[in-house]
């Protein structure tokens, strides 16, 4: 039996490679350049739903600083609060914005997909940048997206936003998602390798060749889908179309939850799809990181526990600074993360077999 402590072993040193790597690579937006010839090529799309406390700041972000946008386009999704006349307000004021009022949502289709897909029949950028309305936007950060995507010849760039965590609560839970994100993915695969498996996408910052995703309406293409992220990166993938994924610094940033409760709420909806959409692998992932220390231990002797413990704290180390987070914060807060993580997979498992997930007023199942 002792086996099993050396497999749990090399999956962790497999994961502190692979946190290394992201660490090294520095996924990051290029550094801004000499914009001045830029042309007005950019569509930018923001699906809004009660919105109110959002969507001012980030008008207020593209309007600073429009470099390369051509129109910024809010889709009104039958708001209740005071969304549509902030909106209102705003293209006053910017005559690149504009409104769109929201359609009674047709059956069999998410409500944000249906938002984006109405959104790109408005659109006519060069490029489509579809942007949720709590992200900020700051450093020229859409230009330099612009500047990556025809560097590299790809036709879809993701960027997970660094998240803005207000309080203990948010800081518990947030960190998980980069925690597992970059110890099990190199983001530089996602963009070299074109198998499928290897993907990862963020919905609040989807940047798009225009004319490509018109001929693939991907967002008609996954409308069921309460992850459209995660599958239109794989569709793309598919259809052997190049994508990537970088990490938010201080340019791409956004406060997804204001409490533990929401927190844990948000990240249920979608959890199982950091692994495959596989429930197995995520409990499996659960299990091992919960009790690998005990088991090697008990296997494997004093001396490989230490080892093992040194490369869960270099792997929470690297993965917090890549991701912009306070090591020490997540260093002390190890076991309650793991808490927070078994929550987070039950409450999931939960709402899928129940298939009841409110989300902005919706059940996504």
Not at 51 to 69: C, F, K, M, Q, Y
Not at 142 to 164: E, G, M
Not at 271 to 293: D, K, M, R, V
Not at 313 to 331: D, G
Request: glycine share 4%; charged share 20%.
């Amino acid at each position: 039996m002792i086996w099993i402590g050396w497999v749990f072993m090399v999956f962790g040193l497999i994961r502190l490679a692979i946190s290394f790597h992201n660490f090294i690579s520095r996924p990051y937006l290029p550094e801004p350049g000499n914009n001045t010839f830029i042309q007005p090529e950019i569509s930018v799309l923001i699906p809004a739903r009660n919105e109110e406390e959002n969507i001012g700041l980030i008008l207020s972000d593209l309007s600073s600083d429009d470099t390369g946008i051509k129109e910024i386009i809010v889709y009104d999704d039958n708001s209740t609060d005071e969304t549509t006349p902030i909106v209102h307000k705003w293209s006053e004021s910017n005559p690149k914005i504009k409104l769109i009022s929201g359609h009674d949502l047709p059956e069999n289709w998410m409500g944000k997909n249906f938002a984006c897909y109405n959104l790109a029949k408005e659109a006519k950028g060069k490029y489509l940048l579809f942007l949720d309305a709590d992200v900020r936007i700051r450093n020229k950060a859409v230009i330099r997206a612009l500047s990556y995507l025809s560097h590299h010849k790809i036709k879809l760039l993701s960027v997970f936003p660094q998240q803005i965590m207000p309080n203990r609560g948010t800081y518990l839970v947030v960190p998980l998602m980069n925690w597992i994100l970059l110890s099990l993915l190199p983001l530089t695969a996602v963009r070299k390798i074109p198998q499928p498996s290897l993907s990862a996408a963020n919905g609040q910052f989807m940047f798009f060749d225009a004319e490509t995703y018109k001929k693939l309406q991907p967002h008609k293409k996954v409308k069921r889908s309460a992850i459209e992220d995660m599958k239109i990166v794989r569709y793309y993938k598919r259809k052997k179309i190049k994508v990537a994924v970088l990490l938010g610094y201080d340019d791409v940033q956004c406060k997804m939850y204001h409490n533990l409760d929401e927190a844990v709420e948000g990240f249920s909806k979608n959890f199982f799809e950091f692994f495959g959409g596989s429930q197995f692998l995520c409990y499996l992932f659960a299990i091992i990181t919960t009790i690998a220390p005990w088991v090697i231990l008990a296997l494997n002797g004093i001396s490989a526990a230490v080892i093992y413990i040194i490369i869960v704290l270099l792997i929470r180390i690297l993965i917090s600074v890549t991701s912009k987070q306070s090591a020490k914060f997540n260093i002390l807060n190890i076991v309650s993360q793991q808490f927070i993580l078994w929550r987070i997979i039950l409450n999931a498992s939960k709402k899928k077999k129940k298939k009841n997930l409110l989300w902005k007023g919706r059940n996504i199942y």
